[in-house]
Nanobody
Framework: QVQLQESGPGLVKPSQTLSLTCTVS??????????WSWIRQPPGKGLEWIGS???????VYSPSLESRTSVSRDTSKNQFTLQLKSVTPEDTAVYYC???????????????????WGQGTRVTVSS
């Protein structure tokens, strides 16, 4: 059973960088052929895929967020991280990390495909 746990600050000031870490247990983030994703849900809205890192270390991002987003990993700690730069109050959301099998980029936004999810962490952007 794979388990994912998000961690990071719950409050970020506008224009700062939001940084979150996902710690994975029960499985390796280098296992063929899986992707590890960041997804968010703003208040009152649906899920939004942010970006993913593959078992190989390659990354793929949502076009709408790509200019502000970086997903990286630390294989020694079995963790992957999200950095979202220049945040605004519109980035306020519950942020999830999740795992899905590699079925192509188009499946990143098909949330039923994801096999495991973290419990989510609420991040508020406010001064």
């Amino acid at each position: 059973q794979v388990q994912l746990q998000e961690s990071g600050p719950g409050l970020v000031k506008p224009s700062q960088t939001l940084s979150l870490t996902c710690t994975v247990s029960g499985g390796s983030i280098t296992t063929n052929y899986y992707y590890w994703s960041w997804i968010r849900q703003p208040p009152g809205k649906g899920l939004e895929w942010i970006g993913s890192i593959a078992y190989s270390g390659s990354t793929v991002y949502s076009p709408s967020l790509e200019s502000r987003t970086s997903v990286s990993r630390d294989t020694s700690k079995n963790q992957f991280t999200l950095q979202l730069k220049s945040v605004t109050p519109e980035d306020t959301a519950v942020y999830y990390c999740a795992m899905l099998p590699d079925q192509g980029r188009a499946t990143m936004m098909i949330y039923a495909v994801y096999e495991y999810w973290g419990q989510g962490t609420r991040v508020t952007v406010s001064s």
